[in-house]
């Protein structure tokens, strides 16, 4: 079965989902979004690109963006960062500052809120203008110049960032944050406000199926960097349910309560789908079904 | 035995005890206090006050400001603060966000931190300049002019509160703070930098002595308020301690890290000690075991 | 008003409350006793008793029996029990691990189940036939030789004790049990299921305001020993609700979930007071409102 | 590189952490282990092993039998399982309780202990003698009937099996354990104390590379559970390291506190490897690094 094919099966099989559970509505921005959408994207290792449905409408990506951020981290500077976050699940939701208070402001994965709070700051300290870079990174990986922040949506997560506000000042409490509150919360507002399409994302993270090889043949990370963001996807990425998910699809993945989720099949391909309606953990309905179907029709999970 | 005598008496038996414990070093501002301070006064009913040691010289009362923010937001509206706060003993560190996240945003009671910013919210809400509106009080119970914040302490405070920064936003992200958070933390640190002496703050004090009654016999509070007060400070005023404090000195108590200790016995007299070593919860050494002294000779423990 | 018209002023005022709130129905026994039973006694230091409603019907005392058991364990060893338990509220329900396993093994307090069930431990260390002791003592203080263990309702909270034998165990795997758990269980259970009236309650706790001493003169508890006792009721005697119950009703007391509430008025009188129907935190509605009720007619809170 | 110059290479890099770590001690019958031992095998498809170092040699499993306990649970009852037990990593050490309250008695994963309790509660309504299954399909898969359990070992588990007693009856407060208690908990101990060698658990265990077909061709599991149970190895089988082994190794694996780890490498090989001196979270130091450097070596990691 060649790509276009299965991205139709996948879709048929799903449809019945899409519309189901709950829009996040936290923001107003992202409240506004029509339930219906679905649209899913598979990058293979060559650039070429398939999909379905909306897969070329662009959505709030959210903390999809947490990965790009981190690559773009650890390829600047490899070992810094592991020192002030770690690599666990965490058992706890994802804005949570239980385990935080119990292990001294050293968030437990970079997935979570604080732990990707952190990687902003240190990509602030690496690179300046963090949310510059990350986007420069994205329009150059996708030839798409168009790629960019929702002001909008970066002013709404601002509004309603008490609780990032929070964790920020209670790591920094605890020494493990170098920058400015508000510098940080900014860079890392505006990286949460990203409107990419299914297309965008899949593309821009080939790198990860390419065990860290960019489009242009250039290395962004080694072989090894590029396999240890795949576990830390596999056991992080999908909030409080990564074991479930692991179980259910097999696939490092990372979500966002924009209902994106990205996946990697290493040396293979990255896939993409989008559909707003969340589960109770903030994962999409509708998404994590269509990667459950595509890995069963494939066998191409990693157990 | 005269109140002369039983302080000459109290003083007398702590004195070895006197530089033991560690001196709050979180902020400059206090540690610079000298170590072997030590100073007690007792205010009876009558505005009558007797002391021994360095009972007229000024310390930084810190959390013992609680009490009297609390008294004064409560005279103000005394049924709105009991939605936004709790009355019960925390069980965690004073600057703990384990409950705080566990109980949706409402602090345990009003003397942990978190309590206390909540307290200075609503008072912000009714007094407009709470910590103003503090000073007034204070200056008029005791009748000294010269009561006033120390810049310094409160400087250093807002230059190390990313803790109770966290705590402020972490309630506000639960719609539980109504005012602006630089507001709500500029009033909460300005009244923690208060420079009083055992004096005044024994003198202040009285009118939770007197069930409510100011010293110029108009009513702050009802006397069933004023009770409710003594019975807070007794489960809840002497941080994570407040069991073993009521077990060993068995008296309504507040405490702060500038190592004042302000205690109450109802319907006789009022007693603030002083002395800067603080055991590992945060209370004076020499203060509390001037207290445990104090009601053994007495037999005056509420119990 | 004598003490006579005051218990019966405070029935007829608390009469709408009987009744409302939820029976214990964690054990069959405990279910099927009649929600509109209510009874009050005080004791005053004489000896004199005085009640109302059911004050002579027996009920099931439950915690109260901890506070006995806990004064019998002081009385031959006033040091060492406070090496395994500790005297603080502990935030958390009466039956929580949490707390226990931060702190391992060792119970915030003696009123919670896991604390008491270290008072039995130690109990039937010093005395061999814990639940016979404790049974010889409150026949001898009330001289009423009918007072008894409950078989039924023993054997039912035995069938019911995983909760407790977890604890326990628990406990042991710290090194802080030294006798088998089965052993200890059985002397836990039996002393739970005492059946005595409201009259005999009050009467047998008369050595908390006498500050020690029994009913012939003898001394059970030093003075400071008994206020210490009055002390840890305050603070923990009404479960997680402690603080809120010394802010309304401002006295040593001690709940259990058969309804019955013990409390303490020092140098002054006890009374025992008995409504079936609990509020949330497992204290008896009509119970506590009779004492709040009483408190604001004397004035007698001990703040 | 063939298999066996592969492990002669792997020993040789990883000779130097030999004895490193700690040995298990929390029951004697572990203490007495060689520190200086190692051996690893490897068991491919076709059922050739090889092996080198001590890899002959019986050890004591301990919790890599939770594995096989698992999968002869699901292979009898695919479903109803999993309403009993979680399938997310904990976030808290192995025989932590403060999750289990916070989540109503349901263990987060079968690998805690918790977890593997309940597994083994199934087991024992589902086949009877639940050890004794173990045993018989331990034997048929390598064809060794000299595997059997050590009784020193299991009776030295039940004499300090306080921990897990008290997991077991906390479950069965919630009504989450269907057998009594001591029945569970023997057939628990029995199957920790299994002995076997490397060779025999690698060999035991490659169902799970075939996708849930046994040695003989039959099927125990359908090709999705086995899928699963890799699914749930790689994200809760190495305690509180999941994340951190999965970054490092990126394999399915199980660890023991008797220094074993089995790992699986889908559709190709199991591995064990066996070194008794473990590292802060319990996975042996040896072991774990034995993977990392295989891994690294054929790039075989799933990602």
Chains 1, 2, 3, 4 share one sequence.
Request: with cysteine; charged share 15%.
């Amino acid at each position: 079965m060649d790509y276009q094919t299965l991205l139709d099966n996948v879709a048929a099989e799903v449809a019945p989902l899409i519309g189901t559970g709950n829009v996040a509505d936290y923001i107003p921005a992202l409240a506004g979004v029509d339930p219906m959408s679905f649209g899913m994207a598979i990058a293979d290792l060559d650039g070429g690109v398939h999909g379905v449905g909306q897969w070329r409408q662009a959505f709030s990506v959210q903390s999809i963006s947490k990965v790009f951020s981190l690559a773009m981290t650890l390829s600047r500077d490899g070992q810094t960062l592991w020192k002030s976050v770690g690599r666990e699940p965490s058992g706890n939701p994802f804005n949570s500052l239980v385990q935080l208070e119990a292990e001294n402001g050293v968030p437990r994965n970079p997935f979570i809120n604080a732990g990707a709070i952190v990687v902003t700051d240190h990509l602030v300290e690496l690179a300046g203008d963090a949310s510059g870079a990350l986007l420069d990174f994205l329009r150059s990986e996708t030839e798409e110049d168009t790629i960019g922040f929702d002001a909008d949506v970066a002013a709404s997560e601002a509004a309603h960032g008490d609780r990032n506000a929070s964790l920020a000042h209670f790591m920094r409490s605890y020494g493990n944050l170098r920058n400015p509150v508000p510098t940080v919360l900014e860079h890392y507002f505006r990286q949460c406000s990203l409107s990419m399409s299914c297309e965008e994302v899949a593309l821009a993270a080939t790198f990860l199926a390419r065990h860290g090889v960019l489009r242009d043949g250039r290395r962004l990370l080694t072989r090894s960097e590029a396999k240890q963001i795949n576990a830390v996807m596999l056991t992080c990425g999908t909030y409080d349910a990564a074991g479930d998910f692991a179980y259910r699809v097999g696939l490092p993945a990372k979500s966002g309560v924009g209902g994106g989720i990205l996946a990697v099949i290493p040396q293979r391909c990255t896939i993409c789908v989008w559909s707003p309606g969340l589960d109770v953990q903030g994962n999409s309905v509708a998404g994590a079904a269509a990667l459950d179907v595509f890995t069963t029709m494939t066998g191409w999970s990693i157990f």
